[in-house]
């Protein structure tokens, strides 16, 4: 009997042990007292920020890439740091979403980088570097122990899901909405424990809204708050919840604005069930969660899944299933261990507004994204650091290699990330290298394909980008989006009527898609088909009567035909639906200095100009007028102009040969006419004989 009751208590005991709630904050790893705080905490947090550093550095070699063109590049807002942008900042929104600060954080940038990728790169790396001490005084505010902060700090610096959000520079929402988001997080903790309540608590309502302007997806705040305080056991009293309703009610407020924002953005859409939905979900969900440990395919685009008749793939369903089995446990948590509880609750909480449930999004063409873990991987490394402390230190049944093994083998993996993360940067260089990425993860991306043959055509590599237009095709012969690049590749080539088979066919796909009528009116009208054109821009503008394209494009037409009143009334439609469209005005004062309204044209190129310092064109255009004019010096001074902005223009180089060869300088205008012959522009030879 004796024997048998000492077993009975060993097993209880084991059993209490297990029971024990993972990595107190006394018990985990014995902390010295009165320890200095540089040597325990600000060493090794300095420490990983040099790290991070050195991980993420490739990053500040790249260059501008995919939405960043439109975000940056070509955003005239923000290349003017005047109160009338500032304030457009704040009731406009830009490519379909409310980002007002942050597009006054890249207005910033371009105020002292200009187009300079470097500045806005080096601001991103900054804004990651302040959450990540952020994050360290978080879960030392939720868990008093500096083990289980660094160990939880270090997977939120170098995991590899995070280069997403770094290196791509229309992410930046994501940093410097989470920096706001952290930073009402961790002064709301303060208010709730602290003095000076009023003052955190107001502090944390001002950062809430400054993370709101920066990123709508920051309205995941006042959910959290709720998780936040069952974990610290806070009363759900109705007077000690009052404080929430601010943070609701700009939840909604600022959610009600990104759902407007989101209709207006017209672009693929995804048509499939509700059940469809779910599955998506769901499989982003299982998606998340097993690359926090098994880092593997981390690329910017994530396709949606090709049917086996009218089925998903099996791994769809069975991450429905694990799913179920995620919220089972999150349901268990609730009573059995608080921490599992949160960190749980914290990774749905600020996953779910992200997952493609498409009865709530509809839009895209990627069924995840890496950028979204953002937030959402600090409640899982927060857990995922207890539970191997806990193994560490508490389970009985571990041996006792696996203990000493435990941190080697957590830092060995953190190196690993760092690796990653270093490789993952390089992939950002450029929209080759971005896209190469992609295609190397899912070879049957017709995306990626397409990505990259844009690309290609906008630095004029035409037979490379009609090679990947033609393997968009072959994987789906019905993509609209590759039959309108090869439309314009083969347009750039002169093939006219494949041009316009690729525009008939994706027409005949999509009777509504304006972009291809355009296209095939571009195409009517270079083989003198102006009628027909004509009808093409009527009917891409009943289509969508804000293509300012189509107004552009319809005034070329009459300035051509010679209709100036029509065309000005064309180019003034495309400016009054974008007022920073530079095209228009430059067409424009063609059209007044035809007429003889010289002033008006060179004031209307001073106005392009005064938007967008570096149209090549606009400076170009009006050096030619002032060479018509006769007015030399003027004439050489812009055409130098726009040599400045982009010297490998041919026939800018003619331009100024005929300048020089006016003033008496036939040396310069011969070497010119030589140059400009050289980058492709066509030079008679008698012109050439002219000058020597």
């Not at 309204?597 to 050096?623: E, M, T, W």
Request: aromatic content about 16%; glycine content about 6%.
């Amino acid at each position: 009997m004796g024997k048998k009751h000492r077993r009975k208590r060993l097993q209880a005991e084991a059993a209490a042990r297990e029971k024990t709630p993972p990595v107190s904050p006394d018990t985990a790893v014995p902390e010295k007292k009165k320890e200095k705080w540089w040597k325990v905490e600000g060493l090794p947090l300095a420490a990983l920020l040099i790290v991070t550093v050195v991980a993420f550095y490739p990053s500040l070699d790249n260059g501008f890439n995919w939405d960043d063109i439109a975000l940056i590049v070509q955003n005239e807002s923000i290349k003017h740091l005047t109160w009338d942008n500032i304030k457009s900042m704040f009731t406009d929104g830009v490519m379909h979403r409310y980002i007002p600060l942050t597009s006054l954080s890249m207005a910033i940038n371009y105020k002292f980088s200009q187009l300079d990728p470097w500045g806005y790169h080096l601001t991103n790396l900054l804004f990651h570097l302040v959450n990540i001490v952020l994050v360290y005084y978080l879960i030392r505010f939720l868990h008093d122990n500096r083990w289980v902060a660094m160990l939880t700090t270090i997977l939120f610096a170098l995991h590899p899901m995070h280069v997403e959000p770094v290196a791509w520079l229309t992410a930046r929402p994501f940093l410097l909405g989470g920096l706001f988001w952290l930073a009402a997080l961790l002064l709301y903790l303060k208010y709730t424990r602290g003095s000076k309540k009023g003052l955190y608590y107001g502090l944390s309502l001002l950062c809430y809204v400054a993370g709101l302007a920066a990123s709508t997806l920051t309205v995941t705040l006042a959910p959290t708050l709720l998780l936040v305080d069952i974990y610290n056991k806070r009363s759900f009293k109705i007077k000690d919840q009052l404080d929430k309703i601010p943070y609701f009610g700009l939840a909604l407020l600022f959610g009600m604005i990104m759902l407007g924002m989101a209709e207006k953005h017209h672009t693929e859409k995804v048509a499939n069930s509700f059940f469809d939905g779910v599955l998506f979900a769901s499989y982003g969900l299982v998606s998340y969660l097993y690359k926090l440990v098994v880092p593997i395919k981390i690329t910017v685009f994530h396709p949606y899944p090709d049917r086996i008749g009218d089925m998903l793939p099996l791994y769809y369903y069975i991450s429905f299933v694990v799913v179920l089995g995620v919220l089972a446990l999150f349901v268990y948590a609730f009573k059995k261990n608080r921490y599992l509880f949160f960190g749980i609750g914290f990774f749905l909480i600020n996953i779910f507004l992200t997952l493609k449930f498409t009865f709530l999004d509809a839009y895209g063409t990627y069924v995840m994204a890496d950028r979204y873990t953002y937030h959402p991987y600090i409640g899982l490394s927060f857990i995922l650091v207890l539970g191997l402390l806990w193994v560490k230190d508490h389970y009985a049944k571990t041996p006792k290699f696996l203990r000493s093994a435990i941190l080697p083998v957590f830092f060995a993996f953190s190196g690993l990330l760092a690796f990653l993360s270093f490789d993952e940067c390089k992939a950002w260089k450029d929209g080759e290298t971005l896209w190469t990425d992609v295609i190397n993860a899912y070879p049957d991306a017709r995306v990626a394909y397409n990505n990259r043959a844009v690309y290609y055509y906008e630095r004029n590599r035409n037979q490379e980008s009609l090679a990947d237009c033609n393997k968009a095709l072959s994987l789906s012969p019905t993509y609209l989006d590759a039959l309108t690049t090869r439309g314009l590749v083969l347009y750039r080539l002169g093939n006219y009527q494949q041009a316009m088979a690729d525009q008939n066919r994706a027409i005949e796909l999509n009777p509504n898609y304006h972009i291809a009528y355009n296209n095939r009116g571009e195409t009517y009208r270079v083989m003198g088909e102006y009628d027909l054109a004509l009808a093409d821009y009527e009917k891409t503008l009943q289509l969508n009567p804000n293509y300012f394209y189509a107004y552009n494009n319809r005034g070329i037409v009459y300035l051509e035909f010679g209709q100036y009143d029509k065309a000005l009334e064309s180019f003034a439609m495309a400016i009054k639906v974008n007022s920073v469209f530079t095209e228009a005005y430059v067409n424009m004062s063609i059209a007044h200095f035809n007429e003889g309204r010289h002033q008006q044209a060179f004031d209307v190129l001073d106005q392009a100009i005064r938007i967008r310092p570096g149209h090549v064109d606009a400076h170009a255009n009006k050096s030619v007028m002032k060479y018509k004019l006769g007015q030399h010096d003027e004439a050489l001074f812009n055409i130098n102009n726009a040599l400045k902005i982009n010297p490998n223009v041919g026939v800018n180089y003619y331009r100024r040969s005929l300048v020089y060869k006016a003033t008496g300088k036939f040396h310069l205008a011969l070497q010119d006419a030589m140059k400009a012959r050289q980058l492709g522009a066509s030079v008679s030879d008698d012109y050439i004989n002219s000058l020597r």
